[in-house]
C-alpha cells in the first residue's frame, strides 16, 4: 500500500508552495472551507518559510481593474452572508472570478433561504427550493456548453447537479474539474461523496483522475466511507511520516478511522492528542463525543460538553456534545433539544440527525424516529447507523421485512460488522425460518463476534430444530469464549448461566457424570439457576452411587471384566476409544465436543482453528472430515453435513462443519 501512495514520490516543499498558492487564492474566491482545509494542512508542514514575492497576488491580472471594485464590494457582502446583495453587485461582471462569485452567491442564497423556510425540522424538500435550484442549472449550463467556465465555476456547476440528485452528470462534471485545477480540494472532497462502489473507486484511480498528491487523500475518504478503514489508515499514516503528524485533519481522520475500527482506546487518545495539538478546535469533537459516550466516560464526556459550551454553544458539534451527555444521562428530552438546535444551526448535519433518531428511539416515537433515520440516509446513503436504526425501529414494530431490508443494506455497507448480522439472525428467528437464522449466528461467529451474543442465540435456534447435540456445542463454545472475554454484560451473565445449566442437564442425561459436575458446579455462582444446579448435582450424586454399586455387582460375577474404578460405564451405543480418551482429558471437552486442530495448545482466539463433530454412535480417532468453506453472503444456501446420533436425538448436522472456519481474535 504504501508504494502506492502518490505522497512517496512528491518532495513536501513543493507541496507546501501549493498549498500556500491555494489559500491567497480560496481567501480570495471565498471557499472558505477548502481555505481552513489547506491553511491547516500548510501550517502542519514544520520549517516552511514562504518567500515574500509569493505572498503577493496581483488581483488586477485576476479580475481585472474595471471590476476590482465591485468585486471587493460583492466579497465583502459575501463574508456577511448577505449572498443576494452579493450576486447583485456581481451580474454584470465578465471575469471568471467574477462569475464564480456572482453564481455561487446565487447557490448560497438559494441554501439560506431553504434553511430558514423549513419551519419544521422533519418538514420534505420545498418545492421552490428545487425550481431555484433548476433555474441555476440552466443558467450555468449554457455557459458550460460554452466553453466558459472554468475549475471554480464547473465545481459550482457539479454541486448544483448533485442537489438535484443528478449523480452521474455531477460526477462527470467534477472529473473535469480536477483536470483542471488538481489542488481544488472542495471537488475531491464532493466526488467522494459519489463514489458507490469499490469498482467505482478503482475505476477512477487508474483511468480518470490525475496523478496529484491530494488523490491519496481522496481515496482514503473513500475507502473510509466504504468501511475499508484500515486501507484509509494505512495512507493517513504515510502522510504523518511525511511531515504531516501535526496536522489536525489526518489526526482527525485517523481517529474516524479507529472509531469506525471500533478501536475506542486508541480513538480516544487520538482525539485527546488533537486538543493538545489544538484546545480550542471543535471540529470532529462530535465524534469523540460519541466515543466517550459509547465507553460511558461520565466525567470526561461532561469536561467536553462544558469546555464546548465555552468555546462556542451555538457551534452545532457543540449542541451535538451536549446531547450526547444529556442522553449519557438517560435524560432524553433535553438530548432531542439540543441536536434540535444543532439542525436548526446546520440542517445537513448528519451526525444530529441519526443520534436524534436514536433518542426518539428511546423515548418510543417511532414515527419521529423513522423520519430522523430517513433523513440522515438522504444526506449520506452510507451512513449504516442510520440503515441499522431502521431495521431496530421496524422490528419494534414488528414490521420484519421491512427491518429485515434495512438490516441488509447496513451490512452490505459493513460486511464485517457481526451486529448487523446477528441483527438479521433475529429477525429470520422471529419469522421462524430457522435455517437462515442459523447461518447468520454462524457467520456473525466467524467474522469476530462483537458483542459475543451469537452463539447462545445459535443455541436457542438449534433448540427449537431439536438438535440436542448442537446445542450443547453451541453452549460449550460460548462458555469456553467467556473465559476469556470475561464479559460484565448482565445479559451475557444470564446467558451464560443457562449454557451451564443446559449443559449439566445435557451430560447428565448422557451419563458424562464429570462433566454434569463441572457444569452443575459452574452454575452454582448464579442466583438463577443455584437452586436447580442443587438439584442437578444431587441427582449426579445418586447415578454416581448406583454405578459404583453395579461395578461392585459386576466385579463380583466376573473376574473378566477390567475397568477402571470411578469411571463411567461404555455403552454400546457410546463406544469411545482409549485414544480419543485421552484427547478428550487433554482438551477437557466431552466425547461429543472434540476440538480438532493442528496445534498442541487450541485456543479460541487461533486463527487456524477448526471445530469438527465426531460421530456420537461410532467415534473413531480419526476427525469428520470438514466441509466446505462458507460463502460470504448471509444468508447462503449450503448442503449440510449429516451427523449420526444416538437414539435418542434426531439426526443433526455440526453447526461448524460447513464453515472452514477462519477465526477473528475476539474484541
Not at 464564480?100 to 425540522?121: E, R, T, V
Not at 472542495?186 to 461523496?193: D, K, R, S, Y
Not at 449426579?540 to 452411587?545: F, G, T, V
Request: aromatic residues 12%.
Amino acid at each position: 500500500m504504501n508504494n502506492k501512495v502518490i505522497l512517496n514520490k512528491t518532495n513536501t516543499l513543493d507541496i507546501a508552495k501549493e498549498l500556500q498558492s491555494c489559500v491567497l487564492m480560496y481567501d480570495y474566491l471565498g471557499l472558505a472551507r477548502s481555505h481552513k482545509w489547506c491553511s491547516e494542512m500548510l501550517n502542519s508542514i514544520e520549517d516552511f518559510v514562504p518567500s515574500e514575492d509569493s505572498l503577493e497576488i496581483d488581483f488586477n491580472q485576476i479580475v481585472g481593474s474595471k471590476e476590482f471594485v465591485k468585486f471587493k464590494l460583492a466579497k465583502s457582502y459575501f463574508n456577511l452572508k448577505e449572498f443576494q446583495r452579493a450576486a447583485f453587485y456581481l451580474a454584470e461582471c465578465e471575469s471568471q472570478p467574477a462569475f464564480f462569485l456572482y453564481i455561487y452567491s446565487k447557490y448560497m442564497a438559494i441554501l439560506k433561504k431553504n434553511a430558514d423556510n423549513k419551519s419544521d425540522l422533519l418538514n420534505n424538500v420545498d418545492a421552490s427550493f428545487l425550481d431555484s435550484l433548476e433555474n441555476l442549472r440552466a443558467e450555468l449550463s449554457t455557459k458550460y456548453y460554452k466553453k466558459q467556465l472554468d475549475a471554480f465555476g464547473l465545481y459550482v456547476y457539479a454541486i448544483v447537479l448533485n442537489k438535484l440528485k443528478l449523480t452521474d452528470e455531477s460526477t462527470n462534471i467534477l472529473i473535469e474539474c480536477i483536470k483542471k485545477r488538481p489542488s481544488m480540494w472542495c471537488a475531491w472532497l464532493e466526488l467522494a461523496g459519489l463514489v458507490k462502489s469499490i469498482e467505482t473507486l478503482t475505476s477512477l484511480n487508474h483511468n480518470a483522475l490525475p496523478q496529484h498528491w491530494i488523490k491519496d487523500l481522496f481515496l482514503a475518504q473513500c475507502y473510509m466511507e466504504m468501511s475499508l478503514s484500515e486501507e484509509a489508515l494505512n495512507i493517513y499514516t504515510v502522510y504523518c511520516q511525511k511531515g504531516f503528524a501535526k496536522s489536525i485533519y489526518i489526526k482527525s481522520q485517523m481517529a474516524k478511522c479507529y472509531d469506525n475500527l471500533r478501536e475506542g482506546r486508541e480513538c480516544k487518545q487520538t482525539f485527546e492528542y488533537i486538543r493538545k495539538l489544538d484546545p480550542y478546535n471543535l471540529d470532529f469533537m462530535d465524534i469523540y463525543s460519541n466515543v466517550l459516550f459509547v465507553l460511558e466516560e461520565h466525567v470526561q464526556l461532561a469536561i467536553l460538553a462544558q469546555e464546548a459550551c465555552e468555546i462556542d454553544k451555538y457551534k452545532p458539534e457543540s449542541c451535538c456534545i451536549i446531547g450526547n451527555y444529556y442522553s449519557l444521562q438517560n435524560e432524553h428530552y433535553k438530548a432531542v433539544n439540543y441536536f434540535k438546535r444543532a439542525l436548526k444551526l446546520n440542517p445537513n448535519y448528519l451526525q444530529a440527525w441519526t443520534l436524534m433518531g436514536h433518542e426518539y428511539m428511546e423515548l418510543k416515537n417511532s414515527t419521529s424516529a423513522i423520519q430522523s433515520y430517513t433523513n440522515a440516509i438522504d444526506l449520506n446513503p452510507k451512513d449504516y447507523r442510520a440503515w441499522y436504526g431502521l431495521g431496530q425501529t421496524y422490528e419494534i414494530l414488528k414490521l420484519y421485512s421491512y427491518s429485515l431490508y434495512y438490516y441488509k443494506q447496513a451490512y452490505l455497507l459493513r460486511p464485517n460488522d457481526s451486529r448487523f448480522i446477528v441483527a438479521m439472525g433475529d429477525v429470520y428467528a422471529k419469522l421462524e425460518k430457522w435455517d437462515e437464522a442459523k447461518r447468520c449466528f454462524i457467520k456473525a461467529y466467524t467474522v469476530g463476534d462483537y458483542e459475543g451474543s451469537s452463539l447462545c442465540k445459535l443455541a436457542k435456534v438449534y433448540e427449537k430444530l431439536n438438535e440436542p447435540i448442537n446445542v450443547a456445542i453451541a453452549y460449550d463454545q460460548f462458555s469456553e469464549d467467556q473465559k476469556i472475554l470475561k464479559s460484565n454484560s448482565t445479559l451475557l451473565t444470564q446467558e451464560l448461566s443457562q449454557a451451564y445449566k443446559y449443559l449439566a442437564n445435557f451430560y447428565l442425561k448422557k451419563m458424562k457424570l464429570d462433566n454434569a459436575y463441572d457444569a452443575a458446579t459452574k452454575c452454582l455462582e448464579f442466583a438463577e439457576t443455584r437452586q436447580e444446579a442443587q438439584s442437578i448435582l444431587s441427582q449426579i450424586a445418586q447415578s454416581r452411587n448406583a454405578l459404583r454399586e453395579q461395578e461392585q455387582s459386576a466385579a463380583g460375577s466376573s473376574t473378566n471384566v477390567d475397568m477402571e474404578i470411578g469411571s463411567n460405564p461404555v455403552q454400546n451405543d457410546d463406544l469411545v476409544s482409549n485414544d480419543q480418551m485421552n484427547q478428550i482429558n487433554r482438551r477437557a471437552l466431552s466425547p461429543s465436543l472434540i476440538a480438532l486442530d493442528n496445534s498442541d495448545n487450541p485456543n479460541i482466539n487461533d486463527t487456524n482453528t477448526s471445530l469438527n463433530l465426531a460421530s456420537n454412535q461410532q467415534m473413531s480417532t480419526d476427525p469428520v472430515n470438514q466441509a466446505a468453506s462458507s460463502s460470504s453472503e448471509v444468508p447462503t444456501n449450503s448442503n449440510s453435513t449429516q451427523i449420526q446420533q444416538d437414539d435418542s436425538d434426531s439426526e443433526s448436522e455440526h453447526f461448524f462443519s460447513n464453515f472452514n472456519i477462519k477465526k477473528r481474535p475476539l474484541n
